[in-house]
């Protein structure tokens, strides 16, 4: 929580920045996510994110987003439970895992078309992600976390831009995303667990969300 804070605190300064000094008025907004990815420990990820688009010309604009996004998965496995007294006796436990991922993304789109009240666009971008798990055994208690995962990895974005939302100073926007997250390093303090994100990630993913446009 603290993470998505600091995040939201730069997107909101960098947003007042452009609005000051850029020529043109940057716009702000917060977006809801889905994901489809073949990881089969990542599932299908959800979440919500924050974007801060700066206009440079008249057809390109830069884009800054935060993401955070999250799954759960309930599978029975046979695992020592720690309540019998029976060393090495083991039982089914059922075991609650949410995966979490956490992304910040810098890119440009470019404006393809254009009508009155509508408008589409095509870019893309690199991405920083953070991606980690715990898992949870309802039985017996036991708790594991597994070491997060740094990846990079580049985007590719498609978006749709709806003006017209009753002279409200507001603008909805609808998106389609693939990213490409590429096998990066972990960290493991002592005692955890290995991750299980090492390997590249490829995710397809949809948006919608609510922005706000500055001198609108």
Same mark, same amino acid.
């Given at each position: 929580? =603290?993470?998505?804070?600091?995040?939201? =605190?730069?997107?909101?300064?960098?947003?007042?920045?452009?609005?000051?000094?850029?020529?043109?008025? $940057?716009?702000?907004?917060?977006?809801?996510?889905?994901?489809?990815?073949?990881?089969?420990?990542?599932?299908? $990820?959800?979440?919500?994110?924050?974007?801060?688009?700066? $206009?440079?010309?008249?057809?390109?604009?830069?884009?800054?987003?935060?993401?955070?996004?999250?799954?759960?998965?309930?599978?029975?496995?046979?695992?020592?439970?720690?309540?019998?007294?029976?060393?090495?006796?083991?039982?089914?436990?059922?075991?609650?895992?949410?995966?979490?991922?956490?992304?910040? =993304?810098?890119?440009?789109?470019?404006?393809?078309? /254009?009508?009155?009240?509508?408008?589409?666009?095509?870019?893309?971008?690199?991405?920083?992600?953070?991606?980690?798990?715990?898992?949870?055994?309802?039985?017996?208690?036991?708790? /594991?976390?597994?070491?997060?995962?740094?990846?990079?990895?580049?985007?590719?974005?498609?978006?749709?831009?709806?003006?017209?939302?009753?002279?409200?100073?507001?603008?909805?926007?609808?998106?389609?995303?693939? /990213?490409?997250?590429?096998?990066?390093?972990?960290?493991?303090?002592?005692?955890?667990?290995?991750?299980?994100?090492?390997?590249?990630?490829?995710?397809?993913?949809?948006?919608?969300?609510?922005?706000? =446009?500055?001198? /609108?």
């Amino acid at each position: 929580m =603290q993470r998505l804070i600091v995040y939201l =605190q730069i997107i909101l300064i960098l947003a007042l920045v452009g609005a000051v000094a850029a020529p043109r008025s $940057p716009e702000i907004g917060a977006i809801g996510l889905k994901d489809w990815t073949k990881d089969e420990d990542l599932r299908h $990820p959800y979440g919500i994110g924050f974007y801060l688009f700066q $206009p440079v010309s008249d057809k390109v604009k830069l884009t800054f987003e935060y993401d955070y996004l999250t799954s759960k998965t309930r599978d029975w496995v046979y695992q020592y439970s720690g309540h019998s007294q029976l060393s090495g006796c083991s039982a089914m436990e059922e075991v609650v895992r949410r995966n979490r991922v956490s992304l910040f =993304q810098f890119g440009f789109r470019h404006l393809v078309a /254009r009508s009155r009240t509508t408008s589409l666009d095509f870019g893309g971008g690199v991405c920083f992600a953070n991606v980690g798990a715990g898992e949870h055994s309802r039985q017996s208690g036991v708790h /594991r976390d597994f070491a997060n995962a740094y990846k990079m990895g580049l985007v590719i974005d498609v978006g749709l831009l709806v003006t017209e939302l009753k002279d409200l100073p507001l603008v909805m926007r609808f998106g389609f995303r693939h /990213r490409f997250l590429s096998g990066c390093g972990s960290a493991r303090p002592c005692g955890w667990a290995s991750s299980t994100f090492d390997d590249p990630i490829t995710t397809t993913g949809l948006s919608w969300g609510l922005g706000y =446009q500055f001198g /609108r």
